[in-house]
């Protein structure tokens, strides 16, 4: 009986401590720098993903400086943004500028210089978010638009760990952490 009530309790606190990806994620539609609508679903994938979003230019050289330790980390260019590692779940990479002002004119002169400027391979990994939700922006608890936040999303759309801010090795352990096999 009391193993029973344990495992009720130890259940209900795992689901009341996990954030699920809803609300902010589900309304909000992202864009492929070649112009095609993504949902969350399509950027998961069913997989762990990690997202890098930067909700203004400000927080684009903050970002840069995530690019070099998420790749040696997370990114095999072998399997098209996924890496497969045997201590880690499968991670889709996806670098999200948000895109406040300008519409369709901002996202296409974005896309046009990304082209221009960023390999192949990367592009796919690149999701333009036209303007984020306040849903969203809640559910990420964005304090400081000028720093990056970085997420992991689990493979069922729930928020496995966020960092926000200049590149820590610290930070960078506790994304590796969220992506181990349980």
Do not use: H
């Not at 390999?119 to 400081?144: G, N």
Request: hydrophobic share 50%.
């Amino acid at each position: 009986m009391k193993a029973t009530l344990f495992f009720i309790l130890f259940l209900l606190n795992f689901a009341l401590s996990s954030e699920t990806v809803g609300q902010g994620f589900g309304q909000s539609q992202f864009q492929s720098v070649e112009g095609e609508a993504l949902g969350i679903q399509s950027i998961t994938k069913g997989q762990y993903a990690l997202l890098c979003i930067a909700f203004r230019p400000e927080a684009e050289g903050m970002l840069a400086e995530w690019w070099l330790p998420v790749y040696q980390n997370f990114i095999s260019r072998k399997t098209d943004g996924f890496v497969v590692v045997e201590e880690i779940e499968p991670v889709s990479v996806w670098f999200m500028p948000v895109l406040e002002k300008g519409g369709k004119t901002a996202a296409s002169a974005f896309s046009k210089k990304a082209k221009a400027a960023v390999e192949e391979d990367f592009l796919k990994m690149i999701a333009l978010l036209p303007k984020p939700s306040e849903a969203l922006l809640k559910e990420l608890d964005v304090k400081d638009k000028k720093a990056p936040i970085l997420v992991v999303i689990g493979a069922e759309g729930q928020i496995l760990e966020k960092v926000s801010g200049a590149f820590d090795a610290d930070k960078l352990a506790l994304l590796e952490k969220a992506f181990l096999k349980k």
